[in-house]
Nanobody, 124 residues
Framework: VQLQAFGGGLVQAGDSLRLSCTAS????????VGWFRQAPGKEREFVAY????????VYADSVKGRFTIAADNAKNTVYLQMNNLKPEDTAAYYC??????????????????WGQGTLVTVSS
């Protein structure tokens, strides 16, 4: 499966953005789809994932209550709605797909299909 991520941009603190991750060559329902981010000089970190198996959605504590992950199966697309953005949310955001299990779904090493990053910059 190939993934394309887009929707990043430059916003001010408190603004919202919606990132999209569109899949081709495969169906998102067959995978766990996760969003990860990497800020300059920092390691890639987990943001959120959605697993159709078990109907499970999980968020990192840092984004819980502000970000929402959702899927449109008809469009084969997974979205990340980001509200009340903070300067510390500034990063390159990546979507990824993998056949993970519950214990590995936060770990980027278990995702083997990655989209290109889309940059989110939040100014204070």
């Amino acid at each position: 499966v190939q993934l394309q991520a887009f929707g990043g941009g430059l916003v001010q603190a408190g603004d919202s953005l919606r990132l999209s991750c569109t899949a081709s060559g495969g169906t998102v329902r067959d995978y766990t789809v996760g969003w990860f981010r990497q800020a300059p000089g920092k390691e890639r970190e987990f943001v959120a994932y959605i697993r159709w198996s078990g109907n499970r959605i999980v968020y990192a504590d840092s984004v819980k209550g502000r970000f929402t992950i959702a899927a449109d199966n008809a469009k084969n697309t997974v979205y990340l709605q980001m509200n009340n953005l903070k300067p510390e949310d500034t990063a390159a955001y990546y979507c990824a797909a993998g056949r993970t299990i519950l214990s590995t779904s936060r770990d980027s090493r278990y995702y083997n299909h990655w989209g290109q990053g889309t940059l989110v910059t939040v100014s204070s």
